[in-house]
Structures are given as structure tokens and as C-alpha cells.
């Protein structure tokens, strides 16, 4: 009797089409870990820093991400995890999901970390105050932030200026601790990043060690309107 094989997937990236990075170094460590989401569960916001794949064995699973981009796998179908992209899994559908992820990490290395920003804090960008603030930008002025999370990315973008900088150096200009990486990630970086102001030296690979920072067009374009003279009360 024959063996059957069916390849079920082959990629490099993620289900978002966003390349993946390279293999951590270090001595590795693989993990297999089966999760079951009762009808209507649904994980905490996280991120992953290792790359992780798996098989939808039961239901249907949705993934969201804290832009707004969502997909849903079907019992059989493969899904390639995003990585360092805040996410959940929800199940929306009548039936539990079970799930069977496999993690390529290396000792030491946490599967998922929990995230604190969350998806209505990133979109206070997409707002009224925000078009307010495109129009000042636009118009020249220097603008006063609206919230505590434009005036987190005012201060990175402050910071960050005409330099390409790396997470290191950024963390000093911003007078913060280097151990605090999570915060720093979730409440400055991300927003900056999703919302367009900073971009990645290395764009297709997030998390390369020589990684560095830079203002996009449009971050220079905040920068130049926060460093005028002209304030706007």
C-alpha cells in the first residue's frame, strides 16, 4: 500500500503576507502545543518573537490583528503565525477549535508574549482629533497632542528626528530604561509603526540584530510641524 503525501503549505511568510525573520542563534528548541477554544473564546491581544505554524484540526479560527486585518482558517487548512504583530484568536463560529501550533524558537525563548497595547488605543489615530492633526501637519503649524498615545509617538518621533537610530540608542534618546522593551514596543514603537510615522531600516526582516529606526515621509513631515515655531493651543 502506498503512502499518500499532501503538502499543505510552503511559504516564507506569514498568513499577511509579511516576510518571516530569520531563525534566532542559539541552540534550539522545538515545541508542539495543542489549544482548544470553547464557541465564542477568544486569546488576550499578544505577540510572538519565534516563528510558529500550525493545522486548524477542529472548527473554524479567526486571527485579528490590532490593524484591523483578520483572516479565518477552517478545519485542514495550515496557518503561518505573524511574528511580532499583536494578534488573537477568536472562535466565532458554533463548534470548539482545536488547534495544533508548532514553535521554532531556541532555549529560554517565550512562545507568546502578552501584549498591553490594544487595537482602540492604536486607532485613536484614525479619528477626528487625528484629522485635525494631519491638517495641522500639513498646514505647517506645530500641534499639541490629543491623548496620552499621539503624545507618546510626538516623543519618538521627537527622538528619532533625521537620525536612523537603533532600539538601543532610541530608548537613551528618550531618557528611558533599556529594560523596559515591552512597554517601550507597545506604547511608542508599534503605534509610531502602524499609524506610518517610523519604518524599519531592514524592512523584511523585523527582527535582524543590526535592526535600526527612521522617520518615514510622513514622520519627518510630524517632526517638522512639532520642531516649528508656531504653536497651536
Known amino acids: 500500500m502506498s503512502i499518500k503525501k499532501i503538502e499543505l503549505l510552503r511559504t516564507s511568510q506569514s498568513w499577511d503576507g509579511v516576510e518571516l525573520p530569520d531563525y534566532p542563534s542559539g541552540r534550539p528548541e522545538l515545541s508542539v502545543v495543542r489549544l482548544v477554544f470553547p464557541v465564542g473564546a477568544k486569546t488576550s491581544w499578544h505577540h510572538h518573537d519565534v516563528i510558529n505554524y500550525g493545522i486548524v484540526e477542529q472548527g473554524e479560527l479567526t486571527i485579528v490583528c490590532s490593524n484591523g486585518a483578520e483572516k479565518t482558517f477552517r478545519a485542514g487548512e495550515a496557518i503561518v503565525e505573524v ?56 498646514a505647517g503649524k506645530r500641534p499639541k497632542p490629543a491623548n496620552k498615545a499621539e503624545e507618546r509617538v510626538f516623543r519618538l518621533v521627537l527622538a528619532l528626528g533625521k537620525q536612523v537610530l537603533p532600539r538601543r540608542q532610541l530608548v537613551a534618546e528618550m531618557g528611558m530604561r533599556q529594560n523596559s522593551r515591552h512597554t517601550f514596543s507597545n506604547n511608542y514603537m508599534r503605534p509610531a509603526y502602524d499609524n506610518g510615522y517610523i519604518d524599519f531600516s531592514y524592512p523584511s526582516s523585523p527582527h535582524k540584530p543590526e535592526q535600526a529606526y527612521r522617520l518615514t515621509s510622513k514622520g519627518l513631515e510630524l517632526y517638522a510641524a512639532l520642531t516649528s515655531k508656531e504653536v497651536i493651543c
Open 83 to 138: 511574528v511580532g504583530t499583536i494578534h488573537r484568536g477568536e472562535n466565532r463560529g458554533n463548534a470548539p477549535v482545536v488547534l495544533d501550533m508548532f514553535y521554532v524558537g531556541k532555549e529560554g525563548m517565550a512562545h507568546t508574549e502578552d501584549a498591553a497595547l490594544q487595537p482602540s488605543d492604536a486607532s485613536k489615530f484614525a479619528n477626528d482629533a487625528h484629522e485635525a492633526l494631519n491638517d495641522e501637519v500639513k
